[in-house]
Every structure is written in C-alpha cells, then in structure tokens.
C-alpha cells in the first residue's frame, strides 16, 4: 500500500501528485531543486516536507528521487522526453521498479500499483497543460482512501 508521494515539486504532474497525496491523508516528500525552485516560481511552503537538492539543476533532484523510492510512476501524453525521459532512465540505471502510463493510448483506470513510497514525474504544465488533472484523477483511482 501506497503511504508516501514523493516527487520534484514542479508545475503538472508531480504538484497534482501531492494534492492528491494530502487529500487522501497520504505523506508527501521528496526532493526538490536548491531554493525550491519550480517553471512558475518557488515550490508553495503549504508543500511540507520535502529536501532541498545541493544544486537547482532539477536533474540532481531527479535522481535523488528515484533513488529514494521504491517504485516510480511516469505519466506522460505520448514518448518521454526531458526530465521524464530522464528519471525513466536512472529508474533502469538503479534497477528501481518504473511504470510509464501514456495517457495518448491508456486510460488511468487501467493502471494500478502498489508500492509503500512511490515518486511520480511527469511533463511540465507549461509542456501538457491538462497532465495536473489527468494525473490527479489517475490517483484517484489508482490509491486507497484512507481516513
């Protein structure tokens, strides 16, 4: 069972991870760029709980994310690319369990997982504007309610 959401904190996918994340009552986490720093500015303080990265390239964050989980969950609107592609790529380096769901061929309720702390990556708003509420109706589905 899912108990922890960790991600980088950027616009997209990885803020709609955490808002689910805090609507189930789930922890969140993870590692986010020196100075919390996101496409539309610093990460908002009501995200608690997250480690700030040695550096602001959000390639160190990255990797210090999937080394940090069990499991990843890459959600993307057709083939990875930037930092997607990048955290798809270390998850295989690391021998980390990696699951990438194209939302252009799969539908979320087709997807399920499981792991105990599980990073989720994805695509910049500014790159795939609808990826925060496709992802956060994914997890919806995907996670346990917990009360």
């Not at 009501?46 to 959000?58: I, M, Q, V, W």
């Not at 990696?98 to 695509?123: I, W």
Request: hydrophobic share 45%; proline share 7%; charged share 20%.
């Amino acid at each position: 069972m899912v108990k922890k959401i960790v991600s980088g904190g950027q616009t997209g996918a990885d803020r709609a991870a955490w808002d689910v994340a805090l609507e189930l009552r789930l922890e969140i986490g993870g590692w986010v760029p020196k100075g919390r720093l996101a496409e539309d500015g610093s990460i908002p303080e009501r995200y608690t709980g997250l480690r700030e990265a040695a550096l602001a390239d959000p390639a160190v964050r990255t990797v210090l994310n999937v080394r940090d989980s069990d499991a990843t969950l890459i959600v993307s609107n057709g083939p990875l690319s930037g930092g997607s592609l990048l955290t798809f790529q270390e998850a295989v380096r690391c021998g980390r369990p990696v699951l990438h769901l194209d939302l252009s061929v799969l539908q979320p309720a087709e997807a399920v997982v499981d792991p105990a702390t599980l990073n989720v990556a994805g695509p910049r708003a500014s790159h795939y504007p609808a990826i925060g509420v496709r992802v956060a109706t994914l997890l919806r589905a995907a996670l346990p309610q917990h009360t």
